[in-house]
């Protein structure tokens, strides 16, 4: 489990390459070894079922109850050019028999469906890692095409590696010889033949990915037993050939969780899980208003699946109406909430400033992409930080939730959920590409875990005019949060108006006054600065002089580096924000208490600009921006390098 | 078209969803206590004084009226309504509108908006909001002119127009905002005049009665930045030329004692404007705002010119009924509880592979 700041096991996640334990030799059978961890990457061309066969083969892994991280990594371009490298998508898998934080520095196994796969993707590989190519594809012409003078499987440049060259096509082809389908057709289940050959290695249990492909294709029946025939056919092939000796097991993490239920989540399903539960726990309709952008989309899907429980989804013209739709349905007294990547916060600012203005509760979700412009859609990247801080007119303070890993988003939501309703404003939930399509384990929570959010809607007068009168002031507001009372339309007696002109104080009547502005400008500030977050917890066993902070979906490389660095005899402690606005009340004390404070972001320095500005610490920024996660080994040399600086 | 109905008993069957008032209502009701800070003579207080007056007459619940607006002159319209009310920003009223009113099939929303906010800036959001058939009233209310950043030209202003951003004369074609409704899927559009009281209301009459979203140009006049824009409309004798009339079945026929009718060209299908003789007269069409066909209405809105506003058609060009958005959006909800039952939390996140680690 990845949810933990503190980790049980002090075990040095990735650490090493994948301990070889027993081996042993069941009568008549092949060897089978057993494995403390093992890293797989599925790659291929971006139509060659890459993120499916990841996927299924993550869910067998779930189910077998092993820890396990994945890395999704595919191109914008729904379909590349066929064969170059720019059209190769991947998966990379991570499991094991203990607590695990990442995907994965570099993968011991990597099927390459095609020469460019192989060629994107060889660099990655430490020395002896095994490599399943689909030879099929090695013709002279594809090979040309990513620059392969000579076939790479016979001239010798892969011989540290073990390669195991396979015909899957023809492979597949022939065990669908049966099936009334063309070759082409028949040629579409390599990826379950793959999928077959790689579950046989790695002891996967089967039902389920024969369960899913019936319900896949329940309407063509045909294909889906031509596809199981293919699974199957690569699970003989693997216990047959002579080629592949041996068979590995990795034994259940058991240890590594907490005892409960558990399902693999991704990080995008958990946020759509996290707002369903949000809105029952206020007992609120959920209304989402939305534009369709990469990596976003699917929580737009995921939630327009569950109108049983009371949501609506609204697909707009544009990310402005996404968000104009949502606050709208604030109005109303919905539990609001717009999703978009960073392109489409910057198109929501001005709706923002105005929800600020309005002080409405109201959920907007950005799951962080590579950046400017377009910049890298299916990629990650944490830069849209201070964009979300301060990227709008005026004073607009805005707070912040960010969740740490995919499981985490679902508490995250509830959380962003929990302030927007408490303090009537609208929140930032910074996700990322990482999170929202990669995935791990999670423990179920029990209904009554999740925490109460029911809000009361004004229904009467709150306030007593100098001569008696009862009236309804919608800016006069509570004394200990400082929200305004949400009185929604339909309720009869408080009809107001609001809008985005500075209103007076109380009343919400229209107001230029100078003092009033001052005043109603430094309230909102104090509203978002009096946030009750709870405080930032250090885990720091050894009393190190040297602090790294993190924010967001670094908190697995940084926590596997960490571990790693303290494998190694060093100190280093480690705290991992999920407020970024405000920050914890003790984030200052903390910061204080250390030589050195490190924060490696995905970014250039974002987090550290706001914490140097904040409490003039000389915070040490360590930066990547190119589009992966951070490796946990190169992290790992980063922070020595601040311990030891 | 739904019945319309003059008395305060709520009977209009597209508000049918909106509780009714207990008891019976008047204008002042619907005055907010905030000043009206528009300039003296705008044609918006002629607007403001038709919608409080016309308010008492559809009966509903006060506390269920919603007025949105975005940003311009018109848009200060929801401070001065005693309902609820939001003054949003520009151009994206009809966005937020459309929120509210789909996740509120209870309230009766109205959208407030200007030439400039309706067609320049949320251009995208009216021509959605008329696709979709949303349950939403949209009072745009067309000066020609941008008044309250004092008097650049607009989408509606006539080429040519001498500003303080055109001072050799304005370059772009105007829109013709009945047109655009039109060819946006609208499924109710209509004209009308901000200093005719009694054919506005008539207007605002229908348009409540219109299930779905229905658009209202009014032809309003800035004393300040376009005075006398639609004097051709107003002045009596200019009237009589440029002013169409249009009445559901009715013949459409205007001038001097009728002496001008709409016929259509037989050479290429479009309508023109003639004389009327005992030749011609049955050859008059006779209005059909029902039509399912565009068609004509797009041809009614283009007999008027941008320039002179000769032959402008003032009244309901269309009116159609179409699914309405608001509604379908929560049938859906209902209908998903119909097949899959009320959702239930705890099956949703334990999903269907699950694992149990015990201690």
């Given at each position: 489990?990845?949810?933990?700041?503190?980790?049980?096991?002090?075990?040095?996640?990735?650490?090493?390459?994948?301990?070889?334990?027993?081996?042993?030799?069941?009568?008549?059978?092949?060897?089978?070894?057993?494995?403390?961890?093992?890293?797989?990457?599925?790659?291929?061309?971006?139509?060659?079922?890459?993120?499916?066969?990841?996927?299924?083969?993550?869910?067998?892994?779930?189910?077998?109850?092993?820890?396990?991280?994945?890395?999704?990594?595919?191109?914008?371009?729904?379909?590349?050019?066929?064969?170059?490298?720019?059209?190769?998508?991947?998966?990379?898998?991570?499991?094991?028999?203990?607590?695990?934080?990442?995907?994965?520095?570099?993968?011991?196994?990597?099927?390459?469906?095609?020469?460019?796969?192989?060629?994107?993707?060889?660099?990655?590989?430490?020395?002896?890692?095994?490599?399943?190519?689909?030879?099929?594809?090695?013709?002279?012409?594809?090979?040309?095409?990513?620059?392969?003078?000579?076939?790479?499987?016979?001239?010798?440049?892969?011989?540290?590696?073990?390669?195991?060259?396979?015909?899957?096509?023809?492979?597949?082809?022939?065990?669908?010889?049966?099936?009334?389908?063309?070759?082409?057709?028949?040629?579409?289940?390599?990826?379950?033949?793959?999928?077959?050959?790689?579950?046989?290695?790695?002891?996967?249990?089967?039902?389920?990915?024969?369960?899913?492909?019936?319900?896949?294709?329940?309407?063509?029946?045909?294909?889906?037993?031509?596809?199981?025939?293919?699974?199957?056919?690569?699970?003989?092939?693997?216990?047959?050939?002579?080629?592949?000796?041996?068979?590995?097991?990795?034994?259940?993490?058991?240890?590594?969780?907490?005892?409960?239920?558990?399902?693999?989540?991704?990080?995008?399903?958990?946020?759509?899980?996290?707002?369903?539960?949000?809105?029952?726990?206020?007992?609120?309709?959920?209304?989402?208003?939305?534009?369709?952008?990469?990596?976003?989309?699917?929580?737009?899907?995921?939630?327009?699946?569950?109108?049983?429980?009371?949501?609506?989804?609204?697909?707009?013209?544009?990310?402005?109406?996404?968000?104009?739709?949502?606050?709208?349905?604030?109005?109303?007294?919905?539990?609001?909430?717009?999703?978009?990547?960073?392109?489409?916060?910057?198109?929501?600012?001005?709706?923002?400033?105005?929800?600020?203005?309005?002080?409405?509760?109201?959920?907007?979700?950005?799951?962080?992409?590579?950046?400017?412009?377009?910049?890298?859609?299916?990629?990650?990247?944490?830069?849209?930080?201070?964009?979300?801080?301060?990227?709008?007119?005026?004073?607009?303070?805005?707070?912040?939730?960010?969740?740490?890993?995919?499981?985490?988003?679902?508490?995250?939501?509830?959380?962003?959920?929990?302030?927007?309703?408490?303090?009537?404003?609208?929140?930032?939930?910074?996700?990322?590409?990482?999170?929202?399509?990669?995935?791990?384990?999670?423990?179920?929570?029990?209904?009554?875990?999740?925490?109460?959010?029911?809000?009361?809607?004004?229904?009467?007068?709150?306030?007593?005019?100098?001569?008696?009168?009862?009236?309804?002031?919608?800016?006069?507001?509570?004394?200990?949060?400082?929200?305004?009372?949400?009185?929604?339309?339909?309720?009869?007696?408080?009809?107001?108006?609001?809008?985005?002109?500075?209103?007076?104080?109380?009343?919400?009547?229209?107001?230029?006054?100078?003092?009033?502005?001052?005043?109603?400008?430094?309230?909102?500030?104090?509203?978002?600065?009096?946030?009750?977050?709870?405080?930032?917890?250090?885990?720091?066993?050894?009393?190190?002089?040297?602090?790294?902070?993190?924010?967001?979906?670094?908190?697995?490389?940084?926590?596997?580096?960490?571990?790693?660095?303290?494998?190694?005899?060093?100190?280093?402690?480690?705290?991992?924000?999920?407020?970024?606005?405000?920050?914890?009340?003790?984030?200052?004390?903390?910061?204080?208490?250390?030589?050195?404070?490190?924060?490696?972001?995905?970014?250039?320095?974002?987090?550290?600009?706001?914490?140097?500005?904040?409490?003039?610490?000389?915070?040490?920024?360590?930066?990547?921006?190119?589009?992966?996660?951070?490796?946990?080994?190169?992290?790992?040399?980063?922070?020595?390098?601040?311990?030891?600086? | 078209?739904?019945?319309?109905?003059?008395?305060?008993?709520?009977?209009?069957?597209?508000?049918?969803?909106?509780?009714?008032?207990?008891?019976?209502?008047?204008?002042?009701?619907?005055?907010?206590?905030?000043?009206?800070?528009?300039?003296?003579?705008?044609?918006?207080?002629?607007?403001?004084?038709?919608?409080?007056?016309?308010?008492?007459?559809?009966?509903?619940?006060?506390?269920?009226?919603?007025?949105?607006?975005?940003?311009?002159?018109?848009?200060?319209?929801?401070?001065?309504?005693?309902?609820?009310?939001?003054?949003?920003?520009?151009?994206?009223?009809?966005?937020?509108?459309?929120?509210?009113?789909?996740?509120?099939?209870?309230?009766?929303?109205?959208?407030?908006?200007?030439?400039?906010?309706?067609?320049?800036?949320?251009?995208?959001?009216?021509?959605?909001?008329?696709?979709?058939?949303?349950?939403?009233?949209?009072?745009?209310?067309?000066?020609?002119?941008?008044?309250?950043?004092?008097?650049?030209?607009?989408?509606?202003?006539?080429?040519?127009?001498?500003?303080?951003?055109?001072?050799?004369?304005?370059?772009?074609?105007?829109?013709?905002?009945?047109?655009?409704?039109?060819?946006?899927?609208?499924?109710?559009?209509?004209?009308?005049?901000?200093?005719?009281?009694?054919?506005?209301?008539?207007?605002?009459?229908?348009?409540?009665?219109?299930?779905?979203?229905?658009?209202?140009?009014?032809?309003?006049?800035?004393?300040?930045?376009n005075d006398g824009a639609f004097e051709a409309l107003k002045d009596r004798q200019q009237a009589e030329e440029a002013v169409i009339r249009l009445e559901h079945g009715q013949p459409i026929r205007f001038g001097a004692d009728g002496s001008r009718g709409v016929v259509r060209d037989p050479a290429t299908g479009d309508l023109k404007v003639?004389?009327?003789?005992?030749?011609?007269?049955?050859?008059?069409?006779?209005?059909?705002?029902?039509?399912?066909?565009?068609?004509?209405?797009?041809?009614?809105?283009?007999?008027?010119?941008?320039?002179?506003?000769?032959?402008?058609?003032?009244?309901?060009?269309?009116?159609?009924?179409?699914?309405?958005?608001?509604?379908?959006?929560?049938?859906?909800?209902?209908?998903?509880?119909?097949?899959?039952?009320?959702?239930?939390?705890?099956?949703?996140?334990?999903?269907?592979?699950?694992?149990?680690?015990?201690?």
């Amino acid at each position: 489990m990845t949810s933990q700041v503190s980790s049980p096991a002090e075990q040095a996640d990735e650490a090493a390459p994948a301990g070889v334990g027993e081996q042993r030799n069941p009568a008549g059978g092949k060897d089978v070894r057993r494995l403390d961890r093992v890293i797989i990457r599925f790659a291929g061309d971006s139509g060659d079922g890459m993120q499916l066969t990841g996927d299924r083969f993550t869910s067998e892994t779930a189910s077998f109850g092993n820890d396990l991280s994945t890395l999704p990594n595919f191109p914008a371009e729904i379909r590349a050019p066929a064969g170059t490298l720019p059209g190769v998508s991947s998966f990379q898998l991570h499991f094991a028999d203990h607590d695990i934080l990442t995907p994965g520095d570099a993968p011991n196994v990597l099927v390459a469906m095609n020469p460019a796969a192989l060629k994107a993707n060889v660099g990655d590989l430490p020395r002896g890692a095994e490599i399943i190519v689909n030879t099929d594809e090695f013709t002279k012409r594809a090979m040309q095409k990513v620059g392969y003078a000579a076939s790479p499987l016979e001239d010798g440049s892969l011989d540290g590696y073990h390669l195991h060259p396979v015909p899957l096509t023809t492979l597949t082809v022939e065990a669908l010889k049966e099936f009334d389908l063309t070759r082409k057709e028949a040629e579409r289940s390599k990826n379950m033949f793959a999928l077959g050959l790689l579950s046989w290695m790695y002891h996967r249990p089967t039902e389920g990915t024969e369960r899913f492909l019936k319900s896949k294709f329940a309407k063509k029946p045909a294909i889906a037993a031509a596809n199981i025939a293919a699974f199957r056919a690569g699970w003989n092939f693997g216990e047959t050939t002579e080629d592949f000796a041996v068979s590995y097991e990795v034994a259940p993490a058991a240890k590594a969780f907490p005892v409960g239920t558990y399902r693999n989540i991704s990080g995008n399903l958990a946020l759509s899980y996290g707002l369903v539960a949000a809105s029952r726990q206020a007992d609120l309709p959920l209304y989402l208003g939305s534009y369709p952008i990469t990596p976003a989309s699917d929580i737009l899907h995921e939630l327009s699946k569950h109108k049983n429980f009371g949501v609506r989804t609204f697909q707009a013209e544009d990310e402005i109406a996404g968000i104009g739709a949502a606050l709208g349905a604030a109005f109303g007294g919905s539990l609001a909430v717009t999703t978009t990547s960073g392109p489409g916060v910057a198109l929501k600012s001005e709706t923002i400033g105005l929800a600020v203005s309005l002080e409405l509760p109201l959920l907007v979700i950005d799951i962080q992409r590579g950046g400017p412009s377009t910049g890298l859609p299916t990629k990650t990247e944490q830069a849209d930080l201070l964009q979300a801080m301060f990227g709008r007119n005026g004073e607009a303070p805005v707070p912040i939730v960010a969740p740490r890993t995919p499981a985490d988003c679902f508490d995250a939501a509830l959380e962003a959920a929990r302030i927007a309703l408490t303090y009537r404003t609208p929140v930032m939930l910074l996700s990322d590409g990482y999170l929202a399509n990669g995935s791990e384990p999670w423990r179920i929570p029990e209904l009554d875990e999740l925490p109460d959010l029911t809000v009361q809607f004004t229904q009467g007068p709150n306030h007593t005019l100098d001569d008696g009168t009862e009236v309804f002031w919608p800016y006069k507001r509570d004394p200990e949060t400082l929200a305004r009372p949400w009185a929604i339309p339909g309720t009869p007696g408080l009809e107001h108006r609001i809008g985005g002109i500075e209103k007076e104080d109380g009343t919400g009547n229209i107001s230029y006054a100078p003092a009033n502005h001052d005043f109603m400008v430094r309230t909102r500030q104090a509203k978002i600065d009096g946030i009750d977050v709870p405080d930032l917890e250090v885990d720091d066993p050894h009393e190190a002089d040297t602090l790294v902070l993190g924010w967001g979906s670094t908190y697995g490389p940084i926590t596997a580096a960490v571990r790693r660095l303290r494998t190694a005899g060093e100190s280093i402690a480690q705290a991992h924000l999920r407020h970024l606005n405000p920050f914890p009340r003790n984030l200052g004390a903390v910061l204080k208490r250390y030589d050195k404070v490190v924060i490696p972001e995905m970014n250039l320095g974002q987090l550290a600009t706001l914490v140097r500005a904040k409490y003039l610490v000389d915070a040490h920024s360590y930066n990547q921006v190119n589009g992966m996660p951070f490796k946990a080994e190169q992290l790992a040399t980063a922070l020595k390098e601040a311990i030891d600086g | 078209m739904a019945e319309t109905s003059r008395e305060g008993t709520g009977t209009i069957e597209a508000l049918s969803l909106v509780p009714k008032a207990e008891a019976r209502q008047s204008m002042k009701d619907f005055k907010s206590d905030q000043e009206v800070r528009w300039c003296p003579g705008c044609g918006d207080y002629a607007i403001l004084a038709a919608v409080q007056g016309f308010m008492p007459e559809l009966g509903l619940a006060k506390e269920n009226i919603v007025f949105v607006s975005g940003i311009g002159c018109s848009s200060r319209f929801p401070y001065y309504m005693n309902t609820y009310g939001m003054h949003s920003i520009h151009g994206r009223a009809p966005a937020i509108a459309t929120g509210l009113a789909s996740s509120r099939t209870d309230l009766s929303v109205w959208v407030v908006t200007g030439d400039g906010d309706a067609l320049s800036i949320g251009g995208n959001h009216l021509i959605h909001a008329l696709r979709r058939n949303v349950n939403l009233k949209i009072l745009l209310f067309n000066n020609r002119i941008y008044g309250l950043t004092k008097g650049q030209y607009s989408p509606t202003s006539e080429v040519g127009k001498i500003t303080k951003s055109t001072p050799m004369g304005s370059l772009d074609a105007p829109f013709n905002p009945v047109s655009l409704a039109i060819g946006a899927e609208a499924s109710f559009v209509a004209r009308t005049v901000d200093s005719d009281r009694k054919h506005l209301t008539e207007v605002l009459r229908q348009a409540a009665a219109h299930r779905g979203t229905a658009l209202i140009e009014i032809y309003q006049n800035c004393n300040i930045f376009n005075d006398g824009a639609f004097e051709a409309l107003k002045d009596r004798q200019q009237a009589e030329e440029a002013v169409i009339r249009l009445e559901h079945g009715q013949p459409i026929r205007f001038g001097a004692d009728g002496s001008r009718g709409v016929v259509r060209d037989p050479a290429t299908g479009d309508l023109k404007v003639v004389t009327v003789t005992p030749d011609n007269e049955s050859d008059v069409l006779v209005h059909d705002a029902h039509a399912t066909s565009p068609t004509t209405a797009f041809a009614l809105s283009r007999l008027a010119d941008p320039d002179t506003l000769h032959h402008t058609p003032i009244g309901v060009l269309r009116a159609v009924d179409r699914p309405v958005y608001d509604t379908q959006m929560a049938d859906q909800l209902d209908s998903a509880i119909e097949q899959n039952g009320k959702g239930d939390l705890a099956a949703l996140l334990a999903g269907g592979d699950t694992w149990t680690v015990v201690g």
